[in-house]
Nanobody, 123 residues
Framework: QVQLAESGGGLVQTGGSLRLSCAAS????????LAWFRQAPGEERKFVAA????????YYGDSVKGRFTISRDNAKNTVYLQMNSLKPEDTAVYYC????????????????WGQGTQVTVSS
């Protein structure tokens, strides 16, 4: 069982930056693929970024490539999402997720989810 808790969301202006954090309770944190998804009102939950067990591989959704960076600190059981050059269309609830699969970019492949943190980008 893995418990995930996101933090770092908030209100930011267009072009600004935010850093999201997700703290995990798992004793075997380093064995999980971790990811961020986001869900805007009236839309499906969409893939944002994922990072492999040891952090050697990262994957990004097309809309965030070059602007967002996912990283992890296995010593702190924490995964991060650095978001730069934010746009109003980045406004959503951001969710942290964990999977035992080597890498996954589909939400159905993730077994554990946090409660989400709201990110709002004003124009």
């Amino acid at each position: 069982q893995v418990q995930l808790a996101e933090s770092g969301g908030g209100l930011v202006q267009t072009g600004g930056s935010l850093r999201l954090s997700c703290a995990a309770s798992a004793r075997t944190f380093s064995s999980y693929t971790l990811a961020w998804f986001r869900q805007a009102p009236g839309e499906e939950r969409k893939f944002v970024a994922a990072i492999s067990w040891a952090g050697a591989r990262t994957y990004y959704g097309d809309s965030v490539k070059g602007r967002f960076t996912i990283s992890r600190d296995n010593a702190k059981n924490t995964v991060y999402l650095q978001m730069n050059s934010l746009k109003p269309e980045d406004t959503a609830v951001y969710y942290c997720a964990a999977s035992k699969r080597p890498i996954a970019t589909v939400k159905d492949d993730y077994d554990y989810w946090g409660q989400g943190t709201q990110v709002t980008v004003s124009s």
